[in-house]
């Protein structure tokens, strides 16, 4: 198992992920994050906030960036 960090990116402010969560590899670190996002999108609408700008920066923990997904990239309309 890998250790992957989901650092949160909003505009130019950059929220660092100190714990960081186990994946077996990048794929499924790219999923938690989907999952992870959808669950923030979920929050943003009950709390009526925006998430213009707002992304899950996955990073491993050898400091590699593994994939970017935005809050916009999760919902389906």
Same mark, same amino acid.
């Given at each position: *198992?890998?250790?992957?960090?989901?650092? %949160?990116?909003?505009?130019?402010?950059?929220?660092?992920?100190?714990?960081?969560?186990?994946?077996?590899?990048?794929?499924?670190?790219?999923?938690?994050? %989907? #999952?992870?996002?959808?669950? *923030?999108? *979920?929050?943003?609408?009950?709390?009526?906030?925006?998430?213009?700008?707002?992304?899950?920066?996955? *990073? #491993?923990?050898?400091?590699?960036?593994?994939?970017?997904? #935005?809050?916009? #990239?999760? %919902?389906? %309309?």
């Amino acid at each position: *198992m890998k250790r992957y960090f989901f650092h %949160i990116r909003e505009c130019d402010d950059l929220e660092l992920d100190v714990e960081g969560i186990e994946f077996v590899d990048d794929a499924a670190a790219r999923i938690g994050a %989907i #999952s992870a996002a959808k669950e *923030m999108v *979920m929050e943003a609408v009950v709390c009526d906030t925006r998430i213009d700008g707002r992304q899950l920066e996955i *990073m #491993s923990a050898g400091g590699d960036l593994v994939a970017v997904v #935005s809050l916009q #990239s999760v %919902i389906k %309309i």
